[in-house]
């Protein structure tokens, strides 16, 4: 079966500090990935998402950069944390192809100070 | 706004049924989904349903489906103090997958 998780849980990060949140899928291969952000009391906003290795599509500007190294491996960073960056972060992902359900791991609890 | 709208709380008593609404705008989506959120948890996949289906059943979950309307309902049997959780409706965008979020529903399920 498949799994995904994400690292770490929680974080409490300066500003200006780096970040990096990484995310690994196991059970499957060629997944579409995501990040996504949740801010307190709001819904989910899509940050980036990746249909292969090294190919990554941001959706909104912002302060953060997301890689894919490797298939099944997803990493989101910072090189500066600002305030606004604070929030729940998940990752996701889908089998490849059209129209399949997005499965999301545990989250990342992210607050800077 | 939001493409995917929710009422943002509802309050439902113990073994009484609870219904979550939902509006969208993408007539072209083929899957619309429901997800519940425990408190500090991830994202947790309740249910799916294709575009051309009216209903569907999962043991205590129904979902109804007004294409014409862009409605879509959760209703959740014998609601249990476990049921506590954001729901949240998406809607499939795009053919990779993309997903529109609603605000997400708080349930609050009372004694």
């Known amino acids: 079966s498949q799994t995904i998780h994400q690292w770490p849980a929680t974080l409490v990060q300066p500003v200006g500090s780096p970040l990096s949140l990484e995310c690994t899928v196991e059970?499957?291969?060629?997944?579409?990935l995501y990040w996504y952000r949740q801010a307190a009391g709001r819904g989910l906003q899509l940050l980036f998402y990746?249909?292969?290795?090294?190919?990554i599509s941001s959706e909104v500007p912002q302060n953060l950069s997301a890689s894919r190294p490797q298939d099944r491996q997803f990493i989101l960073s910072s090189k500066k944390l600002l305030l606004s960056d604070s929030g729940f972060y998940l990752c996701?992902?889908?089998?490849?192809?059209?129209?399949?359900?997005?499965?999301f791991g545990e989250g990342s609890w992210l607050t800077v100070v | 706004g939001e493409d995917v709208e929710q009422s943002l709380f509802l309050s439902v008593r113990e073994g009484d049924s609870s219904v979550i609404n939902c509006t969208y705008t993408?007539?072209?989506?083929?899957?619309l989904y429901w997800y519940k959120q425990e408190p500090g948890a991830g994202l947790q996949l309740l249910t799916y349903?294709?575009?051309?289906?009216d209903m569907k059943q999962d043991q205590r979950l129904t979902v109804l489906l007004n294409k014409k309307d862009k409605h879509l309902s959760l209703r959740i049997a014998d609601t249990q103090t476990g049921d506590s959780a954001i729901y949240f409706c998406?809607?499939?965008?795009?053919?990779?997958?993309?997903?529109?979020f609603g605000a997400g529903t708080q349930v609050v399920v009372t004694p």
């Open positions: 996701a992902w889908s089998p490849h192809g059209p129209g399949n359900t997005i499965y």
């Open positions: 993408d007539s072209s989506s083929t899957y």
């Open positions: 990746s249909v292969g290795i090294g190919q």
């Open positions: 349903i294709f575009s051309n289906m």
């Open positions: 998406a809607e499939s965008i795009n053919s990779w997958g993309k997903l529109q």
């Open positions: 059970g499957t291969s060629n997944p579409n």
